[in-house]
């Protein structure tokens, strides 16, 4: 492999890492606090052991995100110095103001953590709010920056040389709404049925279901709502998809021909060598009307853009139907949630918990679908129009050395964190009611 595929391999490897991180940090203190509220509420200690016990999940996720965080920060400079050196004084807003968002975290966290008891109860439990915000606003202030990528704003391009800059206007890119709500939602789709799924299995294995049913309420509530709302947000990424980026449009639903009452497939094995889609389920004129209102809008398809701007499609379609089909699967398990706390006999059902097990990883596995959509959809550019990935990428030679010692990294990161979580979750069970 060249340079550039160890850089794009690194890169891909370590914000696969990073994003699980970043989504748990961002959703995990919402959990928290509302637990810590139904405690000062009712002061039944389940509550209080609860939140104790998930603010040491935020302490772990916050210190492995800002490790992985900040190795992707220098893999920016590294890997990418022709894009650092002309993106980063235009998008540098964003990334200044996420530095400042995570230190108003570090010392709410800071307050929250060593707070017990010294602090004034109303105050110490609004000190966790703000954790959540900020981590939060991190999460949307990256997504900025990535947004610009997409849609490329706030300077003007003459002679090869970025000019004029405006970083506000960069800050506030045309897709930066979109994706950040899209990106927040599943973030909370995701986070609250991997919680729920792990409180469920020990519901399932009857260890302390008292304290693990009021777990897997607070994260399930959070998870069947945003599923709901996620739905929404994607029709709204859909339609800025297709009005600026029509080429990612044509790869997410393997569209190769230009014509009006398109449908929209679900399923579909692509060839791109016969630019074909085949054992596929066509909706008539779906894609139309999902992407323009209309049903009988013109789409543009693959085979009229240049051959030599056209992302691998095979993934990306692939990619795009794994987000649509979990996050509909999400959808109808939350709906399942709220059809159970009419029907109690649904809660004493051993398929019930063990369904939630099951749904535990999907969240995760659709969000890493949704960045291959929005990254891998992107290229060829890393600056959409502007910069292709191929002229980003660092002349220095000896990139797989760089890989491989990443990869070493993260996986040490990934098994700590497993077994920092699989050893609170034995002390949480061995405490006798």
């Known amino acids: 492999m060249e340079n550039l595929d160890f850089a794009r391999l690194q890169m891909a490897f370590t914000l696969g890492f990073h994003i699980i991180f970043a989504c748990i940090g961002m959703v995990m203190p919402f959990f928290m606090v509302v637990s810590h509220k139904k405690w000062l509420n009712t002061r039944n200690p389940l509550y209080l052991e609860l939140t104790k016990a998930w603010q040491k999940g935020v302490a772990i996720f916050f210190v492995t995100g800002a490790v992985s965080g900040t190795a992707l920060s220098f893999e920016l400079g590294m890997l990418w110095p022709e894009f650092m050196k002309h993106a980063g004084p235009i998008i540098g807003m964003p990334f200044s103001l996420e530095g400042a968002a995570f230190f108003v975290e570090a010392i709410a966290l800071g307050f929250y953590l060593y707070g017990w008891n010294k602090l004034p109860e ?3 439990w609004f000190t966790g709010i703000i954790i959540g915000i900020s981590g939060v606003a991190s999460g949307i202030l990256v997504v900025s920056a990535n947004g610009w990528m997409n849609a490329p704003t706030g300077f003007d ?4 040389e970025y000019i004029n800059i405006d970083p506000v206007q960069a800050l506030l890119n045309p897709a930066w709404f979109t994706q ?3 990106m927040t939602l599943a973030a909370f789709v995701a986070t609250s049925f991997a919680v729920a799924g792990v409180h469920a299995f020990q519901v399932y294995r009857n260890k302390r279901p008292q304290l693990h049913k009021k777990a897997f309420k607070i994260a399930i509530v959070f998870g069947a709502v945003a599923a709901f709302l996620q739905p929404l ?4 990424s859909a339609k800025d998809i297709a009005e600026r980026q029509p080429v990612k449009l044509a790869a997410m639903e393997a569209h190769y021909e230009t014509d009006t009452n398109v449908p929209l ?3 579909g094995i692509v060839d791109e060598e016969q630019q074909t889609v085949s054992h596929k389920i066509a909706i008539p004129g779906a894609l139309s009307f999902l992407a323009f209102g209309d049903f009988d809008a013109e789409v543009v398809g693959l085979k009229d853009f240049p051959a030599d701007e056209l992302p691998p499609v095979a993934v990306v379609h692939y990619a795009f139907q794994i987000m649509v089909g979990i996050g509909t699967l999400l959808m109808i398990a939350g709906l399942l949630y709220f059809i159970s ?3 109690k006999s649904l809660l004493k059902r051993k398929w019930y918990w063990l369904l939630f097990v099951f749904l535990a990883p999907l969240g995760f596995i659709a969000v890493e679908a949704g960045w291959v959509v929005t990254e891998v959809g992107r290229q060829p550019w890393v600056i959409y129009g502007f910069m292709k990935t191929s002229e980003a990428v660092t002349p220095m030679p000896g990139m797989e050395f760089s890989f491989y010692m990443y990869v070493v990294v993260y996986l040490v990161l ?4 497993t077994w920092l979580m699989r050893r609170q979750i034995k002390v949480l069970n061995s405490v006798k009611d």
């Open 180 to 182: 950040a709500l899209h």
């Open 122 to 124: 109303k105050f110490h």
């Open 341 to 343: 706390l009419k029907y």
């Open 414 to 417: 990934a098994l700590t964190v």
């Open 265 to 267: 497939y679900i399923g």
């Open 233 to 236: 947000s994607g029709d709204l």
């Open 157 to 160: 391009y003459v002679n090869g």
